[in-house]
């Protein structure tokens, strides 16, 4: 069977999907640098979801999956893009992205919305955004103060519901 959807190199393209997993951030009491675990995200589940839907969609997607890194976000806004899927972990105003070390790299709603906004401004082709994360809220207002009409987050921790 033929996939309805196909991953593309460094071209336009229909869907981002960035994924963090990181395994640990650094936390600080009393000055002192801790590395604490994080609670490791069954993505490989969710990106199987998110395969099988678009294979069943019957629709032609361009899709580039990435590790979510500011450089990368950076780059797939300005290759522009029409939908970006978030996966990961969130935190009150932040988004657990990872650095070059696998450590979590918190990407505050701020810098979110600088990072999408400098990309094509208003004539930026993103037009939806879904961030699967808990406390997502701040960042996808983050993305609609960017310019993205249609934005789906999550208010709250979605473990304890």
Not at 37 to 65: C, M, N, Q, T, Y
Not at 92 to 113: I, P, W, Y
């Amino acid at each position: 069977m033929k996939k309805s959807y196909e991953y593309e190199g460094e071209r336009e393209y229909d869907l981002a999907y960035l994924t963090s997993r990181p395994l640990v951030r650094i936390t600080k009491t009393h000055g002192i640098s801790k590395n604490q675990p994080i609670e490791e995200l069954d993505l490989e589940a969710e990106r199987d979801l998110l395969h099988s839907a678009l294979s069943e969609s019957g629709k032609a997607v361009r899709l580039r999956a990435e590790v979510a890194t500011v450089s990368n976000l950076r780059t797939l806004v300005t290759l522009g893009c029409q939908a970006l899927h978030y996966s990961g972990h969130g935190f009150e105003n932040k988004l657990a992205f990872e650095d070059r070390k696998g450590q979590m790299h918190s990407v505050t709603d701020k810098v979110l919305c600088d990072l999408v906004g400098a990309g094509e401004g208003k004539h930026s082709r993103l037009r939806f955004v879904f961030v699967s994360a808990c406390y997502s809220e701040a960042a996808g207002q983050a993305f609609a103060r960017a310019g993205v009409p249609h934005v789906v987050a999550v208010q709250f921790d979605t473990t304890r519901a």
